[in-house]
């Protein structure tokens, strides 16, 4: 009898249920086939599957990472297509649609102020006052919101965050057309925070953590945006 | 969002984030012994995983999430060695000789490590990918021809060649660490 027969007996794939009985016949029969089946069984057995290889942290890390955004994209795939009126909703489209009007505003407004004023924006390049008082105003709406954010009711909480996020994500590039790249990064620092917050299987003790993290987040800055304006006034 | 999953059964985030902590080195494994190429190895874990949060809710509940994606990784695998390799699993007419030590195989089995790993190295492509399926992750011969686009025959032999090589070379590596 062949190796390849017994080895398809071996693997129980690929041999007849009569194929397979005279092979069982030949091994119970025969010694030197029955031998023959020991060594090969012995050598298939040496094959078996070693220690897995070590993976390195940064490609585990991002195997993390692909189903952090792709479960973040589904949020939001999921919240765009509903239309059913709503007025919580309503009140917060209202409050969005207001915010990206004056966002819109103030990036007009001081994309076109090199024109007027080149020589001025070339020596000062603090952010306007006006832009500082815009940002100021929403990240004390944020600090708000997020004191009253339901942090046991996944669904809301998820809902209120992912609408923070594009606020945030709104003023982060008003900041850099107003060559506040520090502003920026500030508040695109935020957004990590904000889509952790955000997952749907957060436990209610971390969203209450994340939550203290962020208002006192956005304290800091509020406070340094204030010494800054006040020392802008004073040097003025 | 939670109650929904938790509802229909389908893994959460979390049920993810937690196979691939424990069992990624497995699916990483698996995948570098079918393509021998670790970016490729990587990307098919990637695919996989991707591609198994996207129909989460076909997910067996009864079943192992990470058994499930292993399964996925290896098809992700077997799918990029195609398109990087086209004619990989293009039936061979004759036994083919082993050429000994190139470069690529030197390489590979430096990423791979010894024993099993490094004889894999000396296998065709149709070899090494029909033994891994079959002795490793015990495919059955029908599955292994239809995820390669073979029949059964084709597959037996290669796997006929594939154990005739390796128990060469293993008893060749055994006898070098003695």
């Given at each position: 009898?062949?190796?390849d027969?017994?080895?398809?007996?071996?693997?129980?794939?690929?041999?007849?249920?009569?194929?397979?009985?005279?092979?069982?016949?030949?091994?119970?029969?025969?010694?030197?086939?029955?031998?023959?089946?020991?060594?090969?069984?012995?050598?298939?057995?040496?094959?078996?599957?070693?220690?897995?290889?070590?993976?390195?942290?940064?490609?585990?890390?991002?195997?993390?990472?692909?189903?952090?955004?792709?479960?973040?994209?589904?949020?939001?795939?999921?919240?765009?297509?509903?239309?059913?009126?709503?007025l919580?909703?309503?009140?917060?489209?209202?409050?969005f649609?207001?915010?990206?009007?004056?966002?819109?505003?103030?990036?007009?407004?001081?994309?076109?102020?090199?024109?007027?004023a080149?020589?001025?924006?070339?020596?000062?390049?603090?952010?306007?006052?006006?832009?500082?008082?815009?940002?100021?105003?929403?990240?004390?709406?944020?600090?708000?919101?997020?004191?009253?954010?339901?942090?046991?009711?996944?669904?809301?909480?998820?809902?209120?965050?992912?609408?923070?996020?594009?606020?945030?994500r709104?003023?982060?590039?008003?900041?850099?057309?107003?060559?506040?790249?520090?502003?920026?990064?500030?508040?695109?620092?935020?957004?990590?925070?904000?889509?952790?917050?955000?997952?749907?299987?957060?436990?209610?003790?971390?969203?209450?953590?994340?939550?203290?993290?962020?208002?006192?987040?956005?304290?800091?800055?509020?406070?340094?945006?204030?010494?800054?304006?006040?020392?802008n006034?004073?040097?003025? | 969002?939670?109650?929904?999953?938790?509802?229909?059964?389908?893994?959460?985030q979390?049920?993810?984030?937690?196979?691939?902590?424990?069992?990624?080195?497995?699916?990483?494994s698996?995948?570098?012994?079918?393509?021998?190429?670790?970016?490729l190895?990587?990307?098919?874990?990637?695919?996989?995983?991707?591609?198994?949060?996207?129909?989460?809710?076909?997910?067996?509940?009864?079943?192992?999430?990470?058994t499930?994606?292993?399964?996925?990784?290896?098809?992700?695998?077997?799918?990029?060695?195609?398109?990087?390799?086209?004619?990989?699993?293009?039936?061979?007419?004759?036994?083919?000789?082993?050429?000994?030590?190139?470069?690529?195989?030197?390489?590979?089995?430096?990423?791979?490590?010894r024993?099993?790993?490094?004889?894999?190295?000396?296998?065709?492509?149709?070899e090494?990918?029909?033994?891994?399926?079959?002795?490793?992750?015990?495919?059955?011969?029908?599955?292994?021809?239809d995820?390669?686009?073979?029949?059964v025959?084709?597959?037996?032999?290669?796997?006929?060649?594939?154990?005739?090589?390796?128990?060469?070379?293993?008893?060749g590596?055994?006898?070098?660490?003695?």
């Amino acid at each position: 009898m062949n190796d390849d027969t017994l080895l398809l007996y071996y693997y129980n794939d690929g041999l007849s249920t009569r194929e397979r009985r005279q092979v069982d016949a030949a091994i119970n029969t025969d010694p030197d086939i029955a031998a023959q089946y020991e060594a090969l069984c012995q050598q298939l057995n040496a094959m078996d599957d070693p220690e897995p290889h070590a993976v390195p942290s940064h490609m585990v890390q991002r195997w993390h990472d692909s189903i952090d955004r792709a479960a973040q994209q589904d949020l939001v795939s999921q919240r765009q297509p509903s239309r059913s009126f709503n007025l919580f909703s309503f009140a917060w489209g209202a409050a969005f649609a207001a915010t990206l009007a004056i966002g819109i505003s103030i990036g007009v407004y001081f994309s076109a102020a090199p024109l007027t004023a080149p020589t001025v924006i070339a020596e000062n390049l603090a952010p306007p006052a006006a832009f500082t008082r815009g940002v100021s105003m929403y990240l004390r709406d944020t600090h708000q919101e997020l004191a009253t954010l339901p942090v046991a009711t996944a669904a809301e909480r998820t809902t209120l965050v992912l609408q923070i996020i594009e606020q945030n994500r709104l003023f982060e590039r008003a900041a850099e057309q107003n060559n506040s790249q520090s502003l920026a990064r500030v508040l695109r620092a935020f957004e990590p925070i904000l889509l952790r917050l955000a997952a749907d299987d957060i436990a209610p003790e971390d969203a209450e953590a994340l939550r203290a993290q962020l208002a006192f987040e956005l304290n800091v800055m509020l406070t340094k945006i204030a010494r800054d304006s006040s020392n802008n006034s004073q040097s003025t | 969002m939670a109650a929904i999953l938790q509802s229909t059964g389908a893994p959460t985030q979390a049920d993810f984030h937690a196979a691939i902590s424990d069992r990624s080195d497995r699916w990483f494994s698996a995948c570098l012994k079918i393509t021998r190429n670790r970016d490729l190895a990587e990307d098919a874990v990637q695919d996989a995983l991707l591609s198994a949060w996207n129909k989460r809710h076909q997910f067996d509940s009864s079943a192992r999430l990470d058994t499930w994606i292993h399964r996925i990784a290896i098809n992700a695998a077997l799918q990029l060695l195609r398109k990087t390799r086209p004619n990989a699993f293009e039936p061979l007419d004759s036994e083919i000789a082993d050429h000994g030590d190139t470069p690529e195989s030197v390489q590979a089995e430096q990423e791979l490590g010894r024993d099993l790993s490094a004889a894999l190295t000396h296998l065709t492509e149709i070899e090494r990918v029909c033994f891994v399926l079959k002795h490793l992750e015990q495919w059955r011969l029908k599955e292994i021809g239809d995820e390669i686009g073979a029949n059964v025959g084709t597959v037996k032999q290669a796997i006929f060649r594939a154990v005739r090589k390796l128990r060469v070379r293993m008893a060749g590596l055994q006898g070098e660490t003695i």
